[in-house]
């Protein structure tokens, strides 16, 4: 309606400038809708031009057709509304109209009539005539009217071709754009509405096929991979129920060393025996587990357990260490060691294991070249691996004196856990190691071993140690009642301010037996209240 309405606006002022009105054309209702009209050019300069212009109104579109040459109705920047123009011209107005894109613009004409198209067939005499008369301005098609806004009263004085007129239904221009799935398709229209840019609907076309051909290709190799693995482990259970009872067979019956020939010449089904040997060892002693080795080695396995031991990869260094230390075989032993002090944990606590089960007299000497320190952890996977194993016990306190405070540590666990009363002169002057937690731990084991000739040293030690190690010397004293030490227990309840200390004291000389809650009441019954507090907790029998 918008551009019928300019339309009937621009050919009422024009009809105006007959009747000595003045032609006022604005520049914005030039960039929206350009508007040609066309009139027989004056006869004498300055003399007003007298035409009159044939008009036929269909549905509010008003064009002239009293020339033989098109009537640009608009010009549009999408191309969408250029089409939707297009076809609402074609319906109504002339059949013969066209749409191209020019300066950017999609522009709508309303072609030549069929008479102005035989006429340049037979000849252009018209033509040459108005081109023969220099002194006549010639009225002609104009894309858009070029003037500062207006022109004098009754007087054109200038229109400009700047194109050739298009005489057939498509005119090839430059193309906007091209897009993949074709610039008239009904599903890009929309978009071409918004003036979204054909680059951008070419990369997202092109990002989605990509997106679902990966996502095809990457659920067949799903599918595959997932095909692939179910059918390996198939073979490999297979492989396993009947390794193993050819092991169980060699090693109680009649199967020979020749019969695992064609199985170690294949690698995976070699590597399955392994795992199978290694598993049936783990059961067995004396006389089977010698001929379980002895076939380990006439099939070679022991190379690619070294070989694997020896690799660079962390993960394939661990299961050769487990397989050299279950088997026994002792000759990657130098590899092991070396892998005490690595930086990865795990490998270092799998090396240590290896060594205990490999080291047979000389299992702990390892401790000995630790440096990194020894987790609590690792102290614990080693102690567990003792116990289940049975494997013999060196005396842990030659380690009370190594450099490494987590080795000394794990020698004054072990020394308790399994009861080295021998180790007492050794933790005794443990008891005064520079580092506080190892001190902190030598006095409780001091403590818990009942070794009461570290009570002394403990006492002149405690003024000048810090609070966790002063708690700890206290309870070891409550642990191993002694009246000889019943005077600085109450000198440590009265001197401290700390709560927890002033319990502790009171504990101890409880433990004392008789003698100490004595001591404890004539306490509570003296002047000072809060001595009273803490007696009367320590005795209430129903705190436990």
């Known amino acids: 309606m918008k551009y019928a309405l300019l339309l009937i606006l621009s050919f009422l002022t024009a009809r105006a400038t007959t009747g000595g009105q003045s032609l006022n054309i604005k520049a914005d209702s030039l960039a929206v809708a350009e508007t040609t009209f066309f009139a027989e050019p004056p006869v004498e300069a300055g003399i007003p031009l007298d035409f009159e212009i044939d008009e036929t109104t269909v549905k509010g579109f008003i064009t002239s057709l009293k020339d033989k040459y098109p009537v640009q109705l608009g010009a549009f920047r999408l191309k969408y509304n250029a089409e939707a123009f297009l076809n609402e011209v074609i319906a109504h107005i002339d059949r013969n109209a066209i749409m191209f894109r020019e300066d950017g613009l999609y522009k709508i004409r309303i072609s030549r009539t069929p008479e102005s198209v035989e006429a340049e067939t037979t000849g252009n005499t018209e033509s040459a005539n108005t081109t023969a008369a220099p002194d006549k301005a010639t009225a002609v098609l104009n894309d858009t009217i070029k003037s500062d806004?207006?022109?004098?009263?009754?007087?054109?004085?200038?229109?400009?071709?700047?194109?050739?007129?298009?005489?057939?239904?498509?005119?090839?221009?430059?193309?906007?754009?091209?897009?993949?799935?074709?610039?008239?398709?009904?599903?890009?229209?929309?978009?071409?509405?918004?003036?979204?840019?054909?680059?951008?609907?070419?990369?997202?076309?092109?990002?989605?096929?990509?997106?679902?051909?990966?996502?095809?290709?990457?659920?067949?190799?799903?599918?595959?991979?997932?095909?692939?693995?179910?059918?390996?482990?198939?073979?490999?259970?297979?492989?396993?129920?009947?390794?193993?009872?050819?092991?169980?067979?060699?090693?109680?019956?009649?199967?020979?060393?020749?019969?695992?020939?064609?199985?170690?010449?294949?690698?995976?089904?070699?590597?399955?025996?392994?795992?199978?040997?290694?598993?049936?060892?783990?059961?067995?002693?004396?006389?089977?587990?010698?001929?379980?080795?002895?076939?380990?080695?006439?099939?070679?396995?022991?190379?690619d357990s070294i070989e694997r031991a020896r690799d660079y990869r962390w993960h394939k260094k661990i299961k050769g260490f487990r397989e050299l230390a279950f088997m026994n075989i002792k000759d990657a032993n130098d590899t092991i060691y070396k892998a005490l002090n690595s930086s990865n944990e795990i490998l270092r606590m799998e090396a240590q294991i290896a060594l205990v089960r490999l080291g047979d007299e000389s299992a702990f000497d390892f401790l000995s070249h630790l440096e990194r320190p020894f987790s609590l952890w690792e102290q614990i996977s080693l102690h567990?691996?003792?116990?289940?194993?049975?494997?013999?016990?060196?005396?842990?306190?030659?380690?009370?004196?190594?450099?490494?405070?987590?080795?000394?540590?794990?020698?004054?666990?072990?020394?308790?856990?399994?009861?080295?009363?021998?180790?007492?002169?050794?933790?005794?002057?443990?008891?005064?190691?520079?580092?506080?937690?190892?001190?902190?731990?030598?006095?409780?084991?001091?403590?818990?071993?009942?070794?009461?000739?570290?009570?002394?040293?403990?006492?002149?030690?405690?003024?000048?140690?810090?609070?966790?190690?002063?708690?700890?010397?206290?309870?070891?004293?409550?642990?191993?009642?002694?009246?000889?030490?019943?005077?600085?227990?109450?000198?440590?309840?009265?001197?401290?301010?700390?709560?927890?200390?002033?319990?502790?004291?009171?504990?101890?000389?409880?433990?004392?037996?008789?003698?100490?809650?004595?001591?404890?009441?004539?306490?509570?019954k003296s002047e000072y209240k809060n001595y009273n507090i803490i007696v009367r907790h320590v005795l209430d029998r129903r705190i436990f």
């Open 149 to 303: 806004g207006s022109y004098p009263d009754s007087t054109i004085t200038e229109l400009l071709i700047n194109d050739p007129v298009p005489e057939t239904a498509t005119v090839d221009r430059e193309p906007a754009g091209e897009l993949i799935i074709g610039n008239n398709s009904p599903w890009l229209k929309r978009i071409t509405y918004f003036g979204k840019s054909l680059a951008l609907i070419n990369a997202l076309i092109v990002t989605i096929v990509i997106c679902i051909i990966s996502m095809i290709l990457l659920l067949l190799f799903i599918l595959l991979n997932r095909r692939r693995m179910e059918k390996r482990e198939k073979l490999h259970q297979y492989l396993m129920e009947k390794y193993q009872e050819l092991i169980i067979n060699y090693l109680f019956g009649n199967a020979t060393p020749e019969d695992f020939r064609p199985i170690a010449s294949d690698t995976y089904r070699r590597q399955v025996l392994i795992d199978q040997m290694i598993d049936v060892s783990i059961n067995l002693k004396g006389e089977e587990a010698r001929k379980l080795l002895g076939l380990y080695k006439y099939l070679g396995l022991d190379r």
């Open 384 to 524: 567990e691996l003792i116990v289940q194993h049975d494997i013999p016990l060196p005396q842990f306190k030659q380690w009370l004196t190594s450099s490494n405070s987590t080795i000394v540590m794990f020698a004054l666990r072990m020394i308790r856990e399994f009861k080295q009363a021998e180790a007492e002169e050794a933790v005794h002057d443990t008891i005064m190691h520079p580092d506080p937690a190892v001190k902190q731990l030598a006095i409780q084991i001091a403590g818990d071993m009942n070794m009461r000739p570290t009570l002394e040293t403990m006492k002149h030690m405690y003024k000048f140690q810090e609070y966790n190690v002063c708690l700890e010397i206290i309870r070891s004293m409550g642990k191993m009642p002694d009246l000889a030490m019943l005077g600085f227990l109450k000198l440590v309840l009265d001197k401290e301010d700390d709560v927890q200390l002033q319990i502790e004291a009171t504990k101890a000389i409880e433990n004392n037996g008789e003698e100490g809650v004595k001591a404890l009441v004539k306490i509570m």
